[in-house]
Every structure is written in structure tokens, then in C-alpha cells.
T-cell receptor, first 114, second 111 residues
Framework: EPEVTQTPSHQVTQMGQEVILRCVPISNHLYFYWYRQILGQKVEFLVSFYNNEISEKSEIFDDQFSVERPDGSNFTLKIRSTKLEDSAMYFC????????????FGEGSRLTVL | KQEVTQIPAALSVPEGENLVLNCSFTDSAIYNLQWFRQDPGKGLTSLLLIQSSQREQTSGRLNASLDKSSGRSTLYIAASQPGDSATYLCAVTSGTYKYIFGTGTRLKVLA
């Protein structure tokens, strides 16, 4: 069964460092997402990406965050200068079509900022 | 602004019991509602997707219903098993690009 894959599974970084989280969405999906979940809290929307551009972003997704689809398969989330409060599980998700599709998630990348 | 609430926040039941998890949303103009399962430290596994024109979906021991007008969905789990222990999340989309998630129900099924 096709799946969304994410790397790394866990990354530890120092405050102020740049981090890139990588995702390979399901191959025929068109819409791509990043969500995050701070420990013990709800899953929060960060950004959606369609047709090689951001289609929607939340208030959390400030100038420190960026997304890119550098080739036909990878989808990346970059955090330019990490803060302690960026520590969370980051989930990538993909959707085949907007109105009727089923959202599929990866296993997540746990980011720990020290 | 769409808000999604799930009740109860936690539930502990003996094995074999049938149970109902509740999800409510404030804006009834939704397109889809999806139920997910999350095991500790893991990703979200899709359980059931209910599109706006549908009233329920079934998969094995799971049945999800949707009442858009009242802003509610229920997930029914029949004959619960210890392997069903997990956090169950509902999420809705209102035709924008994002899904909004509820706070989740943490289920523990005791052997």
C-alpha cells in the first residue's frame, strides 16, 4: 500500500540552528501538508501546498518556516532558526484530490530543540 | 472559525464493550470528516472518511456517522479489543485546503 514517508524520524538540534524535515508524499497525490503536534496537544495545521506553491498557511507558519518541492517527489519543511517552542512532532500529509480525497499521514519527524 | 471538540477526552472500558466516541464542530458547512487513530509517538492512521453527501461509513467493527446540520459525528466501535487502545481523532475540512483536528479521545480497552 502506498505511504507517506518522512525523514528523519528524530532530530535533536541547538536553538538557532536550521532544520530541514523531508517528506515523500504518495506519488499520485496533488495536495501536500505539514502539521505539527506539540507533546500532549492537538494536531495543528501549518501549511498546504498545491501546484508548486503555498495554497494556505496558518499563523504559526511565520517567516522562520518555508516549504519546497525541489523535485517531483520530495516535499520539505525548513525552519531557519529554531526556537525551544518549535520542539514538536511534525507530520507530512498528502491528499489525492481536495473535495473527496482521503488524507494520508506519514509517521512524523520528532524535533527536539535544546 | 471552525472549532472541533471531542468528548470524552479519555475513556477506559473492559474488553468486548461497544463504545461511542463523539466529535462536534461549530461550522456545519463542511466537505469531509475523517476519523484517525494515533498510537503513542506514531503518525495518524486513517480509519474512515465521510464525504459531505454521506451519512455514514463502515469498516469492519467501526461505524462512523455524520449529521452536518447538528455539527456532530460519532465513531462506534463494536466489541472493543485491547488492540483498539489508542487516541482517536476527528478532523473536518470546510472546502479550504486544511483539515481542522479535534482534541482527541484517548481510549484504553482493558483485557
Amino acid at each position: 500500500e502506498p505511504e507517506v514517508t518522512q525523514t528523519p524520524s528524530h532530530q535533536v538540534t541547538q536553538m538557532g540552528q536550521e532544520v530541514i524535515l523531508r517528506c515523500v508524499p504518495i506519488s499520485n497525490h496533488l495536495y501536500f501538508y505539514w502539521y505539527r503536534q506539540i507533546l500532549g496537544q492537538k494536531v495543528e495545521f501549518l501549511v498546504s501546498f498545491y501546484n508548486n506553491e503555498i495554497s494556505e498557511k496558518s499563523e504559526i507558519f511565520d517567516d522562520q518556516f518555508s516549504v519546497e518541492r525541489p523535485d517531483g517527489s520530495n516535499f520539505t519543511l525548513k525552519i531557519r532558526s529554531t526556537k525551544l517552542e518549535d520542539s514538536a512532532m511534525y507530520f507530512c500529509a498528502s491528499l489525492p484530490e481536495l473535495l473527496t480525497g482521503e488524507l494520508f499521514f506519514g509517521e512524523g519527524s520528532r524535533l527536539t530543540v535544546l | 472559525k471552525q472549532e472541533v471538540t471531542q468528548i470524552p477526552a479519555a475513556l477506559s472500558v473492559p474488553e468486548g464493550e461497544n463504545l461511542v466516541l463523539n466529535c462536534s464542530f461549530t461550522d456545519s458547512a463542511i466537505y469531509n470528516l475523517q476519523w484517525f487513530r494515533q498510537d503513542p509517538g506514531k503518525g495518524l492512521t486513517s480509519l474512515l472518511l465521510i464525504q459531505s453527501s454521506q451519512r455514514e461509513q463502515t469498516s469492519g467493527r467501526l461505524n462512523a456517522s455524520l449529521d452536518k446540520s447538528s455539527g456532530r459525528s460519532t465513531l462506534y466501535i463494536a466489541a472493543s479489543q485491547p488492540g483498539d487502545s489508542a487516541t482517536y481523532l476527528c478532523a473536518v475540512t470546510s472546502g479550504t485546503y486544511k483539515y481542522i483536528f479535534g482534541t482527541g479521545t484517548r481510549l484504553k480497552v482493558l483485557a
